[in-house]
């Protein structure tokens, strides 16, 4: 059973910096590449940066390149996502899920509950 839990969102200025964990169980870390994902207002929900199962490729979506890096920790079952240079465009719930690999679909189940970062002054 994959369990993917989100953490470290909240309010932040303009510019300012977040730092979000995506904590994993129930499930082999290592075998599977671990998604960002954000849904706007209003919006669909759209990929942000994906990282590979052993961390050796990374992928962004161009709106986030340069100011976001994702990363991982097998060991301690958990993937980062550093968020600099945050935006007003960047307010958004945040979820990570579980890939086969980078771009392939999502897991079935494995989507996390979310986590708001609001970027306002």
């Known amino acids: 059973q994959y369990r993917l839990v989100e953490s470290g969102g909240g309010l932040v200025q303009p510019g300012g910096s977040l730092r979000l964990s995506c904590a994993a169980s129930?499930?082999?870390?290592?075998?599977?590449?671990i998604g960002w994902f954000r849904q706007a207002p209003g919006k669909e929900r759209e990929g942000v940066s994906c990282?590979?199962?052993?961390?050796?490729?990374?992928k962004y979506a161009d709106s986030v390149k340069g100011r976001f890096t994702i990363s991982r920790d097998n060991a301690k079952k958990m993937v980062y996502l550093q968020m600099n240079s945050l935006k007003p465009e960047d307010t958004a719930v945040y979820y990570c899920a579980a890939q086969r690999s980078c771009g392939s679909t999502v897991i079935a189940g494995s989507w996390g509950q979310g986590t708001q970062v609001t970027v306002s002054s």
């Open positions: 990282i590979g199962s052993s961390g050796d490729s990374t």
């Open positions: 129930g499930f082999t870390l290592d075998y599977y590449a």
